[in-house]
């Protein structure tokens, strides 16, 4: 046991370039190794300066070398392996530097052809590079503010008494009835499973449809839902962040084929009123989290005027001590429909009764409430079966049915959250399924959850990639993801 401990020790990782510039060594003339890539270099005629960076941090580490005949073989994009002593920088930009005695090109990289020069590259060529794109400062920070902002995710949810699930990726049910579901199957018929028999028929040399995997049919996941609802039914506190697939056609900046959504599902809860305070004190506690990250911070710094002022609102955000806005689908119509009979603004009028379009929502939040705005309680025939009825005389101004759901609407993004509380009453749970003509039979399990100590639950979704735009200020979700797929493109 005692051999296995110092095994382990020695064989841990060297300190990353963000580790360095946080903790130097205590000792100032240790030596020290880095390893990289070169993201810059220029030489003088006594005297040669190299950025490395290993993608651990938005600055890279200024390399000096003295002795010129060192860099000589450094080029950008090469990956090189470093020795000399972290010492104060007297230059501006950087408040360390790395004084070279030792390098070593690890893999070399010719200038003439790497794809990936200094020049600006424009958003479809690194697409096209996908590959490479990682190494453009930019999605280097998006990255590593992806993982940022998951920790802190991570740490809401387990200070509030959450537990982490893993929920499936193939399903059995297309979880909001929209029916823009990938189904799969083997990319080749599969041997029957059934047991042979003497009195078996020969085998036919008739072409064959490949055989369902599973014995039905089988999609990938657009939501973790309905499991994390079962899961919830034994532990009251349940989130998942996993990938979900919608194959639906859209081409909006909002919109990817395979995408990350943060969901949630706890018990004993009644109100709508409680599922977004949730909502809110995540996010409240995510962009706090991020108040003086170096990455948010870069990617913010290209932006110009108003656009400059958002992280600052952002991040105000956080501590605003009033809660933030709410107001009923039934008034946010209403609202819509009068700016619209002043200045004839939307492409599509509002009514009440239909969906919010983007043109909508992206007003609502950014010019009616200039913030983050929860619209609750949405006409029954817009939402999906699984959501709780309101009595019916909850609201008197709507115009029909309702249920208790909300709508979380921020600033450049438009729809971030969606939540709902769940329908615990068998007999209207029933109804809803049978009134969105889906199959009782494919619903059993879940009826079951209402039968055996069901109890008033609900939760929420929220996509990642939306929630990375929000915080970042890219524009599109599709630079938001190291490699997205949307429809009519799968990049790698």
């Given amino acids: 046991m005692l051999a296995r401990r110092c095994f382990s020790s020695a064989a841990s990782l ?30 003088q005629k006594k005297v040669a300066f190299a950025v490395i960076s290993d993608g651990s941090s938005e600055p890279g580490l200024q390399a000096v070398f003295t002795d010129v005949t060192l860099a000589k073989h450094l080029t950008n994009g090469a990956s090189v392996r470093l020795r000399g002593t972290l010492t104060d920088s007297p230059g501006a930009g950087q408040a360390k530097e790395l004084q070279v005695s030792e390098a070593e090109v690890l893999g070399e990289c010719d200038p003439e052809a790497y794809p990936m020069q200094k020049k600006s ?200 001590p009033q809660p933030w806005t709410r107001m009923t689908y039934t008034e946010a119509v209403r609202v819509l429909a009068e700016h619209h009979a002043k200045t004839h603004a939307f492409v599509f009028p509002p009514e009440w009764g239909k969906g919010l379009q983007s043109e909508h929502e992206r007003w609502l939040a950014e010019t009616h409430v200039r913030g983050p705005v929860f619209v609750t309680d949405y006409p029954a025939s817009l939402k999906p079966f699984y959501m709780r009825a309101n009595p019916a005389d909850s609201d008197p101004s709507a115009a029909g049915p309702t249920v208790a759901c909300f709508d979380l609407l921020v600033p450049g993004v438009g729809e971030l959250v969606g939540g709902s509380l769940r329908e615990e009453r068998l007999e209207l749970l029933e109804a809803a399924i049978e009134r969105h003509g889906l199959a009782k039979a494919d619903y059993a399990w879940y009826l079951d959850l209402r039968k055996y100590g069901g109890a008033p639950h609900g939760g929420f979704g929220l996509g990642f990639e939306r929630l990375i735009s929000w915080m970042s200020g890219i524009e599109s979700v599709r630079e938001c993801v190291a490699m997205p797929r949307w429809a009519g493109r799968m990049l790698l």
């Avoid at 990353?16 to 003339?29: E, V």
């Avoid at 859209?250 to 599902?265: G, N």
Wanted: hydrophobic content about 40%.
């Fill in 121 to 320: 590259l424009t958003v479809e060529y690194l697409r096209d590079h996908c590959h490479l794109r990682a190494r453009t400062r930019e999605i280097g920070a998006m990255l590593r503010l992806r993982d940022s902002t998951t920790r802190a995710i991570h740490d809401y949810f387990h200070n509030n008494g959450f537990t982490h699930v893993h929920t499936p990726i193939i399903t059995s049910n297309d979880c909001e009835g929209a029916g823009e579901t990938f189904r799969i199957a083997p990319s080749s018929d599969l041997p029957s499973t059934t047991p042979s028999s003497q009195n078996a028929s020969p085998p036919t040399t008739q072409p064959q449809a490949p055989s369902e995997y599973f014995n039905h049919p089988a999609y990938l996941t657009v939501s973790s839902q309905l499991h994390l609802e079962a899961v919830a039914a034994a532990i009251s506190r349940v989130y998942t962040l996993s990938p979900c697939f919608r194959a639906e056609r859209s081409q909006t900046s909002r919109h990817l084929a395979e995408f990350w959504m943060l969901e949630a599902e706890w018990a004993f809860t009644s109100s709508v009123a409680d599922l977004c305070a949730v909502v809110e004190g995540a996010l409240r506690h995510v962009l706090r989290a991020h108040a003086s990250s170096a990455d948010m911070i870069a990617l913010w710094r290209a932006k110009e005027g108003a656009e400059a002022e958002r992280r600052e609102q952002l991040v105000a955000l956080a501590d605003v």
């Fill in 14 to 43: 060297p300190p990353t370039i963000r580790q360095l510039l946080a903790t130097p060594p205590s000792a100032p003339a240790a030596a020290i190794q880095i390893n990289g890539w070169v993201k810059s270099i220029r030489r």
